[in-house]
């Protein structure tokens, strides 16, 4: 009975009385993402919920460089909820990545007692804090939070819906002119390394041609399919163009098209840019922010180091550092073939 009781896996609430953290800070990093502020009340409130004091760091590495820390209440992330951007402000820190800016990270951080750190952002986030794991002993826990959706260890990241929400609306008030026109548009949208914001918002708004880096793109083929469109009588079109596409911006491609076009189109382009970062988050966004960092400062807390909190299958899963920033994320090639067949 006794070698029962002991071989039983403990509580959260009893590894994290064992660790006994008494100090931990949160900031946000990289591209700002509607839900970020979501995630920082989270993060509050649980350390608070756990009798933990917590600190928050101002403009992500910079302001740890820096010592830019202000305390964190319960009461300070009130009414944030509901806001896009994050209240801790963001920054791209280049300092961050050299020896000396690490070493007064370090410093700084135990100067103020800080005995693990919630950083929520996207990959470059997370490789800071893998390199900063592998020369000092501060643990590092992530939170996925960018539009980008480009993180491998969890089906969806903090800000995404919210972008394609903003990507569709904006796509449907472009379609009304395109089709009032006859027009022909090339969107672009975010996604510097990855297409799912294209993929995604081109499948809900029913975009003609979906461009992404994941997929190989054949202009000639484009016109081919555009043409074909206007044959069987489609007098407007929509082509989305993620940003990271290869053969190039919107810009350059609906260049290349119209020349091959023969003016049989009257030819925009839109670039929808920074709109799509900013804006109230979606209940998805705030519910996913919400359990992300509740778990993410629960296993903080409990001990836990160097791993980044994700959502799979509608399940809180952990990836270390290194898998998550490496590994790519796959495409859903099933999407490509939806868009197509329902293109046509
Ligand atoms: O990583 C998110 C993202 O919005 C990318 O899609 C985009 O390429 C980049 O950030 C833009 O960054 P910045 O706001 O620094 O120009």
Request: with cysteine.
């Amino acid at each position: 009975m006794a070698e029962k009781k002991e071989n039983k896996e403990k509580t959260i609430e009893e590894k994290i009385k064992e660790q006994n953290i008494k100090k931990v800070a949160v900031f946000t990093s990289g591209g700002d993402a509607p839900g970020m502020n979501a995630c920082i009340r989270a993060v509050v409130r649980t350390c608070s919920y756990h009798g933990v004091q917590i600190k928050g760091i101002m403009r992500g590495y910079a302001g740890i460089i820096d010592g830019d820390f202000k305390n964190m209440t319960p009461r300070s992330v009130s009414n944030i909820i509901q806001r896009g951007g994050t209240i801790l402000k963001s920054a791209r820190s280049e300092e961050f990545k050299t020896k000396e800016g690490m070493e007064q990270a370090y410093f700084n951080l135990k100067a103020e007692r800080i005995e693990g750190v919630i950083a929520i952002g996207g990959d470059g986030t997370f490789r800071g804090a893998y390199e900063f794991s592998q020369k000092y002993d501060i643990p590092f826990i992530g939170v996925p939070g960018t539009i980008d959706n480009d993180m491998f260890g969890t089906d969806f990241t903090i800000g995404y819906d919210t972008a394609l929400n903003t990507v569709v609306e904006c796509i449907d008030k472009i379609r009304d002119t395109a089709h009032a026109h006859d027009r022909l548009f090339f969107i672009e949208v975010m996604g510097r390394d990855a297409g799912f914001i294209a993929l995604y918002s081109g499948i809900a708004s029913g975009a003609e041609a979906i461009l992404i880096p994941e997929t190989e793109t054949n202009i000639d083929n484009l016109v081919e399919s555009l043409d074909y469109g206007w044959r069987r009588k489609k007098t407007s079109s929509i082509v989305l163009v993620a940003e990271g596409e290869e053969v190039g911006g919107a810009i350059e491609i609906a260049k290349m098209v119209k020349e091959r076009m023969n003016g049989r189109y009257d030819i925009r382009v839109t670039i929808l840019g920074h709109i799509q970062r900013g804006g109230a988050p979606t209940c998805n966004d705030r519910v996913l922010a919400s359990r992300l960092g509740v778990r993410a400062t629960e296993a903080l807390l409990a001990g836990e180091r160097n791993i980044m909190a994700g959502m799979i299958n509608n399940k809180i899963v952990f990836t270390d550092f290194v898998k998550a920033t490496k590994h790519n994320t796959e495409i859903n090639r099933d999407l490509l073939r939806i868009s197509e067949i329902l293109s046509y």
